[in-house]
Structures are given as C-alpha cells and as structure tokens.
C-alpha cells in the first residue's frame, strides 16, 4: 500500500501569511497525486489533482508541486476561510487510492 | 447541480449489518464512477469502495473486501453500500463521492456531507 505522511500536523499561519504543506509517499507516484481542502462542518474540496494542476473554480493563490515522492501545497495570502485541514491523496495505485492523515492549517 | 446525500447510517451491534444509500443529482450514475470514503473520528479518509459508470468494474479495500458490496437501484439515482460482519473498526462516518474523470479516475470531486455508522454492542 502507498503511505501518504503529510507534515507537519498543524500549521500555524497569520492571515495574509502564506504557508507550505507538506506531503511524502513511500513510494514512487509520479504525478498522480492531489489535494483536498476539509472546511469544519464540511466534506471534502478538491483543491488540485494531477500534482499541479487546479481543479474548477479554485483561486490562483493555491499552488502545488512535486513528482515522484515530494509534493508540496503553498497557499499564498491566507484568507479566513483557508484555515482547514488539508489531505494529500494519490491515485498511482489505482483502483486503490489512499488519503494522508491531514494537515490542520490554524490561524495563529 | 451535483449532489451526493447519504442515509442509513446508525447504531449496529458488531457481526450485524446495514445498508447505506447515497442519492445523486445533477448527473447519471452511468456517466462517472462513484466511490465510498470513510473517516472514523481522529483518523484520517480511507477509501472503501468504488463503482465504475457502467457498474462491471468494483473495487473494494482491503479492510471491507469480502464484507461489503456496492450495488445501484434500477432507476440509478441510489447506490448502495451493504455492510455485513461489522467490527468496532468500522465506526466512521461514512461519504459517497463522485470520481472527477479528470485526466484519469481516481480524483473525487464531489462529496456527500456523511453518514455516521457506529458499530458497538
């Protein structure tokens, strides 16, 4: 199974602050990875797929990168509604697909 | 407007069953695969299932394969998730979601807000 470790756990940001989330697999995913947004109260958002790529309707202030191993989700200007928990996922070992254990970006 | 609603969670003895419905709107079951995603409380998503639009291919996790089974109904507005032999480990809220049908399956796009199952005696 691939393992997603996202880090770090918590992030603590100032609004208008960027922040950078971190996400690791213990295998080669080449880009076949993405990322959900988790607001309190509400389901899962897909933020990016395909590693870099935004999904419908999601702000140019969020940004991912990475191939292979390391992917990184940067989030620029951070905005209230930022504040959430954030999951990695990849789909590589598809029709398998595994989910990180999240990170929760809290305001500082 | 796409919609996933979830229902038929509850309380369950352990070794018992139940049956989750999940009810889309906004687009056809024969159009896009749908999967089944479970989150138990401090834990984080673990896919369970997933159904392919024309319904000959599913796919199950390790941890249900053997136990649970997705099936539609004949109108295919309603999938199912029947759950058999239930563990204490199967507590969790339980979503349905939508494949994205981006570059390749296995992105979700659109999520139910859950159903919470609890399996305890």
């Known amino acids: ?108 | 407007q796409v919609q996933l609603v979830e229902s038929g969670g509850g309380v369950v003895q352990p070794g018992g069953s139940l049956r989750l419905s999940c009810v889309i709107s906004g687009f056809s079951l024969d159009d896009v695969g749908i999967h089944w995603v479970r989150q138990a409380a401090g834990k984080g998503l673990e896919w369970v299932a997933y159904r392919d639009d024309d319904g000959t291919s599913i796919f199950y996790g390790d941890s249900v394969k053997g136990r649970f089974s997705v099936s539609t109904d004949n109108s295919k507005t309603t999938l199912y998730l029947q759950m058999s032999s239930l563990r204490s480990d199967d507590t969790a809220v339980y979503h349905c979601a939508k494949d994205a049908a981006l570059d390749w399956n296995g992105y979700l796009d659109s999520w139910g807000q859950g159903t919470l199952v609890i399996v305890s005696s």
């Open chain 1, 1 to 108: 199974e691939v393992v997603l470790t996202q880090s770090p756990a918590t992030l603590s940001v100032s609004p208008g602050e960027g922040a950078t989330l971190t996400c690791r697999a213990s295998q080669n995913v080449y880009d076949y990875l993405a990322w959900y947004q988790r607001r309190p109260g509400q389901s899962p958002r897909l933020l990016i797929y395909g590693a870099s790529k935004r999904a419908t309707g999601i702000p140019a202030r969020f940004s991912a990168s990475g191939s292979g191993t390391d992917f990184t989700l940067t989030i620029t200007n951070l905005e209230a509604e930022d504040f959430a928990v954030y999951y990695c996922q990849q789909r590589y070992s598809w029709p398998t697909i595994t989910f990180g254990q999240g990170t929760r970006l809290e305001i500082k």
